[in-house]
């Protein structure tokens, strides 16, 4: 239900900082603002001005803060409401007391996500725009800001929209079969009907299938680095870590005892899985890290399989060579600077499939090199390609068993530059829409009634509104809301 009161909450984070931001939204926002600030040079607040003055208790005048106050009058303001904000100096007990005030003075603090909730209740943004909101928050790479800027630029609104209309297209199709089939006008041939169904069917699976490469955009690349003790497993990580300490994250994982490190490799994050487990002494690594390191290895999306040219092959290579098949990733045969014991062409004798980066991890100077094959293999796996020899360039000094030719470089070019959807939630309605249009293309073939096709039509057409909130309920908007902060 549409709550029609005025809302209240800090619009900054809690904690200490240089400005803090309280945010009123409702049809008392501006009377409310009147009573709790006193412009310094204006009796009246302009839309859209920014204003000097005083927040002041209005039961004993006291001044609490000098601050800047603005109105922004509705419809064109953020949640479609009267929304005034006061930026007053970033304390935690001001911030309090001012949303104290404004409580006092008649408004009700607001639930999680409430503003944004208002904004896409009144039409000044759709759901999917709304989501978007909460991913450009939690974004961690330039990739996921990209996916989510795109979003809540309505890019994903307007391709669901035009699939939705042509969906419609359809049942007005299937309309004049069900009103004037006693008369002799031409009507579109079923088999025509099944086309367009297919075209469709095509083109949502298209979309669907875009949320393996939008996760990846959005959540990073996770990476698990595998290969025997001593392999030199932990000076690979100190070296890909170590070379961008300034936007290193550490991640304590609070269900597993899993530590996560996440690397930029241009647009991209590199989530480096279960580096816990990696940096565990070697003894226990031998007991208790092999069935983690499998089980990491299976969640990874990439991996990175570690050998030690130095020492003749062992059953543990082997191994990790089997835990590679079919799987994208890059192998490092390291220790380069040492007398060599195998080569690459030893491990591709042993099967292993992954491109080959001759390595020294005691090297500072090579970790550029790492990089840049690993960004390759992000933009690979990323453009969906699992072909290996993607990339314009080959490196010189970097073994594939399989050269491909350069049509594959276009696509890694423009990976991530085509709409791509990034939530379950999204690929759900899809696949119901999907699901739907098949149905419906059997009925129109097997000839069935035009009311029993058009069932399913509309079906797909509200699977796929589902996806903006054209057709939403109290449910979904409470599931979605509920993940974002108070005061967004
Ligand atoms: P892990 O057990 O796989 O994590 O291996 P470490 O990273 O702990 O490395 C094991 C040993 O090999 C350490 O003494 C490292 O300094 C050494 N090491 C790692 N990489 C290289 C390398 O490229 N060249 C040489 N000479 N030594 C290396």
Same mark, same amino acid.
């Given at each position: ?60 005048? +006291? &001044?609490? %803060?000098? @601050? #800047? =106050? ?12 009267? *929304? !005034? $904000? ?52 939690? +974004? &961690?790479? %330039?990739? @996921? #800001? =990209? ?12 391709? *669901? !929209? $035009? ?55 959005? %959540?990073?690349?996770? =990476? ?75 969640? =990874? ?188």
């Amino acid at each position: 239900m549409y709550a029609s009161d005025t809302i209240v909450a800090p619009a900054t984070a809690p904690g200490i900082g240089a400005v803090a931001i309280v945010r009123l939204s409702g049809p008392r926002a501006l009377e409310i603002l009147g009573a709790i600030f006193r412009p310094a040079h204006f009796a009246e607040l302009t839309p859209r001005m920014m204003r000097l003055g005083d927040v002041v208790d209005p039961a004993t005048g +006291a &001044r609490i %803060d000098r @601050a #800047l =106050a603005v109105v922004m009058p509705r419809p064109a303001s953020l949640t479609g409401e009267d *929304v !005034a $904000e006061i930026q007053c100096h970033g304390g935690p007990f001001v911030v309090r007391r001012i949303v104290a005030l404004a409580v006092s003075a008649g408004a009700r603090i607001a639930k999680p996500g409430e503003f944004t909730r208002r904004a896409f209740l009144n039409g000044r943004i759709d759901l999917a725009e709304a989501e978007a909101v909460a991913d450009i928050v939690a +974004a &961690r790479s %330039d990739s @996921a #800001l =990209a996916i989510a800027i795109e979003q809540l630029s309505g890019a994903l609104s307007a391709r *669901v !929209a $035009e699939l939705r209309a042509q969906v419609i297209a359809i049942r007005a199709h299937l309309e004049v079969e069900i009103d004037f089939s006693d008369e002799d006008i031409r009507l579109p041939s079923r088999r025509e009907v099944a086309a367009e169904i297919e075209r469709l069917i095509a083109d949502v699976a298209v979309l669907h299938d875009s949320f393996a490469r939008g996760l990846l955009m959005r %959540d990073g690349v996770r =990476a698990t680095i595998v290969g025997k003790p001593n392999a030199g497993k932990s000076s690979l990580l100190n070296l890909l870590l170590g070379s961008d300490r300034a936007i290193v994250t550490a991640i304590a994982g609070t269900t597993r005892d899993v530590i996560e490190d996440s690397v930029q490799l241009g647009p991209y994050a590199l989530v480096l899985n279960d580096t816990a487990g990696v940096r565990e002494s070697t003894d226990d690594v031998e007991r208790i890290g092999i069935e983690r390191t499998i089980r990491s290895a299976r969640d =990874a999306d990439l991996l990175i399989a570690m050998f030690d040219s130095s020492r003749p092959l062992e059953s543990a290579d082997l191994d990790v060579i089997r835990l590679t098949a079919g799987r994208p990733g890059l192998a490092i045969l390291n220790k380069r600077d040492l007398p060599a014991a195998i080569s690459a062409a030893d491990l591709r004798e042993r099967g292993l499939g992954l491109p080959i980066l001759p390595f020294s991890a005691i090297n500072l100077d090579e970790g550029t090199t790492l990089r840049a094959e690993l960004s390759k293999e992000i933009v690979a796996l990323i453009s969906g390609s699992s072909l290996v020899g993607v990339g314009p360039e080959p490196s010189p000094n970097l073994s594939r068993n399989v050269t491909g030719e350069g049509s594959e470089a276009a696509t890694a070019a423009s990976a991530g530059n085509q709409i791509a959807i990034s939530r379950e939630r999204h690929r759900d309605a899809l696949a119901m829409a999907l699901a739907a249009l098949k149905n419906a293309r059997t009925s129109a073939l097997s000839l069935m009634p035009p009311e029993i096709v058009a069932v399913d039509i509309m079906a797909a057409a509200s699977a796929l509104g589902s996806i903006t909130g054209e057709v939403s309920g109290e449910d979904v908007l409470d599931a979605i809301f509920r993940d974002f902060c108070i005061g967004k």
